[in-house]
């Protein structure tokens, strides 16, 4: 049975057939209308689902809702609380029957790597707008037209995706544009996805205090190949050494891009801090865009346009008139020159330094920090990297979380070729950089870009280094 209601089709499933497919005794005879993880978007007739002990206490609170209770322990014996011994399958068998055809008759594209997938989706987003409605999940933020909102990760939670784009159906969302992260892959909260277009920008290594090896941090990237489309193209950056495994992985899906020889081939790049100008394929483009490492991800947007059909002069106009991604390179004042960015492995940094170096300037300040309870083994790479590339480094805290400060900066400075200097205050470091600075002189921000919140402990703290970088900048202007 199929039932409209607030713009969507959900297919309406009785609670005891589809409990029944999971093996559970059920007497309801009411409709699944959603199922969601998170009890503030629960309502009559959805389906909660508890899959930690954490969430046992919002369990009144759906129930009081009118919904129903799916878990795994045997604690919570109140009606309307149905207990299964596999809880992913369970809320598998339940998703795949309200959503037997989830991707079907939409444009779907899934963008992955180490660096790059932010920008690369953004810039996308702009691209594919002006030829059909487009939304945008990604880092932090899911962006339409119609509606923003924030999330907490880049790849939201499986319950979480199916709102995102019934939402974005509801409001006649054709296209959509995924950042999708390695625990996203490694947790297939992209189960339901299917992807026309999947983008590997890069994989470098990240995230190893979940992945524990380069290896299965990489084959796990890789394994976004199956989620593919019949018919869908993978985009693959043929720059990258690390990706080379892929063309043995996939079956003639896949499309190349890049400074060697590619089925798009990017060459003659001028970079400086007013923008890019570079070719692809002999078609000249151009943007406002700084970077010089955003031309790749820049020939991946082109690449995708061209497969879906956009002309030359359409994507040349589009390029020419992308807007930044804050926090991404971002310029916040000139002379001195400012820039803030979210570079937070050692692949990030040195495509930063490296693109930097080649504004003109007198020198190059750094502030940076590390993540606390992440990849401990990047620390030393970022410190050594900002250190040999900086003509005053300021080694400040990131997002702390628990782990010691001194802990923190100690692995940092392990490889150091020079003296830094050390803040365990971001605002003291973002200060002393400021004050220190020339007309000349290029100040850089990186590790958090456009967060607005800082972790100690277990607590976000409000913190903005653009708005702190303006303040203090006007501040030294007005009594210079």
């Given at each position: 049975?199929?039932r409209?209601g607030?713009g969507?089709?959900?297919r309406?499933?009785?609670l005891n057939?589809?409990?029944?497919e999971i093996g559970?005794?059920c007497g309801?005879?009411?409709i699944i209308q959603?199922i969601h993880?998170?009890?503030?978007?629960i309502?009559r007739d959805w389906?909660?689902?508890?899959?930690?002990?954490?969430?046992k206490?919002?369990c009144?609170q759906?129930?009081?809702?009118?919904?129903v209770?799916?878990c795994?322990?045997m604690?919570l014996?109140?009606?309307?609380?149905y207990?299964?011994?596999?809880?992913e399958?369970a809320?598998d068998v339940?998703?795949?029957?309200?959503?037997p055809?989830?991707?079907?008759?939409?444009?779907?594209?899934g963008?992955?790597?180490?660096n790059?997938?932010?920008?690369?989706?953004?810039?996308?987003?702009q691209?594919?707008s002006?030829?059909?409605p487009?939304?945008?999940?990604?880092?932090?933020r899911?962006?339409?037209?119609?509606?923003?909102?924030e999330?907490?990760?880049?790849t939201?939670?499986?319950?979480e995706?199916?709102?995102l784009?019934?939402?974005?159906?509801?409001?006649?969302?054709?296209?959509?544009?995924?950042?999708?992260?390695s625990?996203?892959?490694?947790?297939?909260?992209?189960?339901?996805?299917?992807?026309?277009?999947?983008?590997f920008?890069?994989?470098y290594r990240?995230?190893l205090?979940?992945?524990?090896?380069e290896?299965?941090y990489?084959?796990t990237?890789?394994?976004?190949?199956?989620?593919?489309?019949k018919?869908g193209?993978?985009?693959v950056n043929h720059?990258?050494?690390?990706l080379r495994p892929?063309?043995?992985?996939?079956?003639?899906?896949c499309v190349?891009?890049?400074?060697?020889l590619?089925?798009?081939?990017?060459?003659d790049v001028h970079?400086?801090?007013d923008?890019?100008r570079f070719?692809?394929?002999?078609?000249?483009y151009?943007?406002n865009?700084?970077?010089q490492f955003?031309t790749?991800?820049?020939?991946?947007?082109?690449?995708?346009?061209?497969?879906?059909?956009?002309?030359?002069?359409?994507?040349?106009?589009?390029?020419?008139n992308?807007n930044?991604?804050k926090?991404?390179?971002?310029?916040?004042?000139?002379?001195?020159y400012v820039?803030i960015d979210?570079?937070?492995?050692a692949s990030?940094c040195g495509a930063?330094?490296?693109?930097?170096?080649?504004?003109?300037?007198?020198?190059?300040?750094?502030?940076?920090?590390?993540?606390?309870?992440r990849?401990?083994?990047k620390r030393a790479?970022?410190g050594?990297?900002?250190?040999?590339?900086?003509?005053?480094?300021?080694?400040?805290?990131?997002?702390p979380?628990n782990?010691?400060l001194?802990?923190i900066?100690?692995?940092?400075?392990?490889h150091?070729?020079?003296?830094v200097?050390i803040?365990?205050?971001?605002?003291?470091?973002i200060?002393f950089?400021v004050?220190?600075?020339?007309n000349?002189?290029?100040i850089?921000?990186?590790?958090k870009g456009?967060?607005?919140?800082q972790?100690?402990?277990?607590?976000?703290y409000p913190?903005?280094d653009?708005a702190?970088?303006?303040?203090?900048?006007?501040?030294?202007?007005?009594?210079a």
């Amino acid at each position: 049975m199929i039932r409209e209601g607030c713009g969507s089709i959900l297919r309406k499933i009785h609670l005891n057939d589809a409990f029944a497919e999971i093996g559970i005794i059920c007497g309801d005879h009411r409709i699944i209308q959603g199922i969601h993880e998170d009890s503030r978007w629960i309502a009559r007739d959805w389906v909660f689902i508890i899959r930690n002990e954490r969430a046992k206490c919002y369990c009144r609170q759906a129930l009081e809702k009118g919904a129903v209770v799916l878990c795994e322990t045997m604690d919570l014996a109140e009606e309307h609380v149905y207990v299964v011994k596999d809880i992913e399958w369970a809320m598998d068998v339940l998703l795949r029957f309200c959503y037997p055809s989830f991707c079907e008759d939409l444009l779907c594209i899934g963008i992955t790597g180490t660096n790059g997938k932010s920008s690369t989706a953004y810039f996308l987003y702009q691209c594919l707008s002006s030829q059909l409605p487009c939304m945008w999940i990604g880092t932090h933020r899911v962006l339409s037209a119609d509606f923003e909102e924030e999330i907490a990760n880049t790849t939201p939670d499986v319950c979480e995706l199916v709102r995102l784009i019934e939402k974005g159906k509801m409001f006649g969302i054709r296209c959509f544009i995924m950042e999708v992260s390695s625990h996203a892959i490694a947790q297939k909260r992209i189960r339901l996805m299917r992807y026309d277009y999947i983008v590997f920008t890069n994989v470098y290594r990240d995230h190893l205090d979940y992945h524990r090896c380069e290896a299965h941090y990489r084959y796990t990237k890789y394994a976004l190949r199956t989620y593919v489309k019949k018919g869908g193209k993978i985009l693959v950056n043929h720059d990258d050494p690390f990706l080379r495994p892929i063309y043995h992985l996939v079956d003639g899906e896949c499309v190349t891009y890049g400074t060697q020889l590619a089925h798009f081939w990017l060459h003659d790049v001028h970079a400086d801090a007013d923008g890019l100008r570079f070719y692809v394929n002999k078609q000249a483009y151009q943007t406002n865009i700084c970077g010089q490492f955003q031309t790749l991800n820049l020939t991946a947007v082109i690449t995708l346009c061209s497969l879906y059909g956009m002309s030359n002069e359409a994507i040349k106009q589009a390029i020419k008139n992308l807007n930044p991604l804050k926090g991404r390179l971002q310029r916040v004042w000139k002379h001195p020159y400012v820039f803030i960015d979210y570079a937070h492995t050692a692949s990030a940094c040195g495509a930063l330094f490296a693109s930097v170096r080649s504004f003109p300037h007198e020198r190059i300040i750094t502030v940076i920090g590390c993540g606390g309870e992440r990849d401990q083994e990047k620390r030393a790479q970022m410190g050594n990297i900002a250190s040999i590339n900086s003509d005053l480094c300021i080694f400040t805290s990131d997002n702390p979380r628990n782990e010691p400060l001194s802990q923190i900066f100690a692995m940092m400075c392990s490889h150091i070729r020079q003296n830094v200097m050390i803040f365990e205050q971001r605002a003291y470091a973002i200060k002393f950089a400021v004050k220190n600075s020339r007309n000349d002189d290029i100040i850089l921000v990186v590790g958090k870009g456009d967060e607005r919140w800082q972790m100690i402990g277990e607590q976000a703290y409000p913190f903005d280094d653009e708005a702190l970088l303006c303040y203090m900048l006007r501040e030294k202007e007005e009594h210079a």
